[in-house]
């Protein structure tokens, strides 16, 4: 019996959608893109095709998140969005709705939905041996289409030949630390697929298992599977990253603490307060908060006023405890300082001794100022050169 996987797809009816995925198996929801295209106005006519990119949002009901269980992906607005998980033996008989929120990112319109999942119990939960595969060539989406899975486990029912085989789980290489590859060649990001079955694992899934298998392994070299081939069409399969669980001898490791240094003891299992306590009032622990260090910071200020303003000796203090001599210097400064500032108002000063009437050298005649009363001599040189002298012509004997 090959896939005992759930898969699911709305109905075009509005009305909540029920669903029973059994305990232990993988459950498959697609969210179709076109169920949701005739929810938004302007509603399409017959036959009309329209394309708006479309999100979904998935979260249990009156909670933010889904159940930890339930995975969503979506990889583009214009691809089917897929909600997926093992439902777990904790999980049977308590029905988890599923709120749906379809948004048009074109319209901004909403459309809303329930899916309510039964979780029913498997009769021969959990399966003791179980195998997980890591496919490097597939994304998750790609792996949860219901002809790839069915490809997927047809390859592994070949080489294990049991008589149960289920899907329990995949998970993305992404939620497992992986990198995303880059965006060369049409790499993968790859997938986890786990298997269970319910007879032990075949030698051809046992092979990994040989010293010389695990010795290429640590050297980062292929191992040699005789049944490779069987998977290699389709999928490639790391199976350096193989994991083989047997259930069956899967015994209790428990081990007897010794107490001593550095070991607490035993406060046995955590109980946590009842519903029953009594609400405490915080408000004299506010008061306390803010008074005690309002009250230092209003002493501190008084004690800094004090000081500044009340403790100020003022110049008469200061001038009786000065000496004689040294008042009589600091007023002949002042006086001094005072003459100087009123003598810089002052700017009729003396011509200098440049602008004065000169000798000729050869003559003796006295020559004029070179410029009259009201000259401005701010832009005078102070000496003058004989260029600037006008000379009488030279008389020759």
Known sequence: MIPATLYTIFSKVHSDRNVYPSA??????????????GEFPPYPKPGEISNDPITFNTNLMGYPDRPGWLRYIQRTPYSDGVLYGSPTAENVGKPT?????????????????????????????????????FIKNMNVEEMLASEVLGDFLGAVKNVWQPERLNAINITSALDRGGRVPLPINDLKEGVYVMVGADVPFSSCLREVENPQNQLRCSQEMEPVITCDKKFRTQFYIDWCKISLVDKTKQVSTYQEVIR??????????????????????????????????????????????????????????????????????????????????????????????????????????????????????????????????????????
Request: aromatic fraction near 10%; charged fraction near 20%; include cysteine.
């Open 24 to 37: 232990g198996v993988l459950f498959v929801h697609v969210l179709e893109r076109e169920y949701f295209k």
């Open 97 to 133: 709705i599923i709120e749906i929120t379809a948004y048009n990112r074109r319209t901004f319109e909403t459309a809303r939905h329930n899916l309510i999942i039964n979780i029913m119990s498997a009769e021969d939960f959990p399966l003791p041996y179980q195998a997980e595969f």
């Open 260 to 397: 001593g240094e550095g070991i607490l003891p035993d406060g046995g299992e955590y109980k946590p307060p009842s519903d029953s306590l009594k609400s405490r009032d915080y408000y004299t622990d506010f008061l306390i908060t803010l008074a005690v260090p309002s009250a230092v910071a209003l002493v501190l200020f008084l004690i800094l006023a004090y000081i500044m303003c009340c403790r100020r000796e003022g110049v008469e203090k200061r001038n009786m405890q000065t000496p004689d001599i040294q008042l009589v210097h600091h007023s002949a400064i002042q006086k001094s300082t005072k003459e100087l500032r009123d003598m810089s108002k002052n700017r009729e000063i003396a011509w200098p001794l440049s602008t004065l009437p000169v000798f000729h050298p050869v003559t003796g005649e006295i020559i004029p100022p070179l410029h009259t009363d009201n000259y401005d001599s701010t832009n005078m040189p102070l000496m003058q050169t004989q260029h600037s002298l006008q000379l009488p012509p030279p008389r020759f004997k």
